[in-house]
């Protein structure tokens, strides 16, 4: 280990005692998952909708990145992107996906693994409608992911949009921007307890309703 290692590497944090007890939690993961966003929300988490979301790109490789949940019903949950982005277009060729919800200060995580696949144009088009007139430019104006010679470049295709878009009160979305929902087979609650002697709860699904199982910390 190199001795001029940052003290941040180092430190050692005691966890909770708060107890995660399978009885405790709802029968529903999707609704326990809902409960833990808005817990993490009224305990001031700041972006308690923050998801580290991985996926696989057609030659194998993994990558990961954030994405702010937007939405969540018995089909799963909601995210936006551009379809043509590093992890749209994995996406699009391998629907498999691991997610992360990671509430450090509350000593918790949600980890999840399902598949994504695209929502339907009318979900991405109510969304998109309620997105700032900012961010509908910028969805117009970024081709995410793909190499730009500058930030000058990109503010220029910002006006450029602005311009485009200037008697319309309502943007319309882009063909290329939408939504994809993770319909989960796999999500398991993690509690941070003392002596790294975490809580783990995963929840399998099955083919009606789901597997609760305790795993080893
Ligand atoms: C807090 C946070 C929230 C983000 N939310 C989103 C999002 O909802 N959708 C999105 O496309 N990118 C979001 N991003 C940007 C992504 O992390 C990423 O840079 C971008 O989507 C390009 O990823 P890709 O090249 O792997 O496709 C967010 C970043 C952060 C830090």
Do not use: C
């Not at 089909?75 to 379809?83: M, Q, R, S």
């Not at 921007?177 to 995963?202: C, K, N, Y």
Request: net charge negative; glycine share 8%; charged share 25%.
């Amino acid at each position: 280990m190199n001795d001029s290692a940052p003290d941040a590497l180092s430190k050692r944090k005691d966890y909770g005692s708060i107890a995660l007890e399978e009885g405790s939690l709802s029968s529903d993961p999707i609704e326990q998952l809902m409960a833990w966003v808005a817990e993490a929300d009224a305990a001031g988490i700041y972006e308690p909708n923050a998801m580290v979301l991985s996926t696989i790109d057609p030659g194998g490789a993994p990558s990961s990145r954030t994405v702010l949940l937007r939405g969540i019903d018995e089909h799963g949950l909601y995210f936006y992107t551009d379809y043509g982005s590093r992890k749209g277009l994995a996406l699009l060729a391998n629907p498999e996906v691991s997610v992360v919800f990671p509430w450090y200060a509350q000593h918790r995580q949600v980890l999840i693994y399902g598949h994504a696949s695209p929502v339907d144009s009318e979900v991405s088009d109510a969304y998109f409608a309620t997105r700032p007139r900012g961010s509908q430019i910028g969805a117009w104006s970024s081709e995410q992911s793909r190499p730009i010679e500058s930030r000058e470049a990109l503010e220029a295709r910002v006006l450029e949009m602005e311009r485009r878009f200037a008697d319309n009160p309502d943007i319309p979305r882009p063909e290329s921007w939408g939504g994809f929902v993770i319909e989960p087979q796999r999500m398991e609650f993690w509690a941070g307890r003392t002596s790294r002697l975490h809580d783990r709860v995963s929840f399998d699904r099955e083919s009606r309703g789901w597997s609760v199982t305790r795993l080893q910390p």
